[in-house]
């Protein structure tokens, strides 16, 4: 596999760390590895995708701080957490940076926010919002009344009660 080495400045939590998502900030440099930035990798036996451990040949030495790479072969990003010399290879011990390599994904979601800072839905519930209930009864005379005949007679003192929730000024 092919991997990418770079410097990462980036907040762990931003979705996408390029120069395009973070403005005018610049967030991933390429750094070279003996005048390359393109270096073949292999997985060290028995790893994972979440929490991998890359492997490659001890003849190439890292030059600069390198805490992230991209691993061209599975489109997926990675923190390097920790690296290894030994006399024959170099171990990086990764965690995939979910939040860049399945950005497409994320942006594409369509969701339901429950809580947000500032925009309140106040059809869903949530325990977290304090919500006052006030009630308005207004009784209105009708003068002309409603139809009281019903199909076996006619009925004298009819009583209709409209219930209105929400939608209306507090005055």
Known sequence: M??????NR?????VGKDAKS????IYLTPKA??????ITINYKDDTDLINPVFTFAANKRI???????????????????????SQHMIELHCTVDVL????AE???QYAIVIRQQENYNMYLTDDKIRTDAQSRILTYPFRG????TLQSGTVKNCSYIFAINGGGDST
Request: negative net charge; charged residues 20%; hydrophobic residues 35%.
């Open 10 to 14: 980036a907040d762990k939590k931003q």
């Open 106 to 108: 994320i942006k594409e």
């Open 2 to 7: 092919v991997a990418n080495f770079f410097y």
């Open 100 to 103: 860049t390599s399945f950005a």
């Open 145 to 148: 009344g409603f139809g009281t």
């Open 22 to 25: 973070g403005g005018n900030y």
């Open 63 to 85: 030059q600069n701080n390198i805490n992230y790479l991209f691993v061209q072969e599975m489109h997926r990003w990675y923190y390097v957490d920790d690296i290894t010399y």
């Open 33 to 38: 590895i003996n005048g390359a930035t393109d």
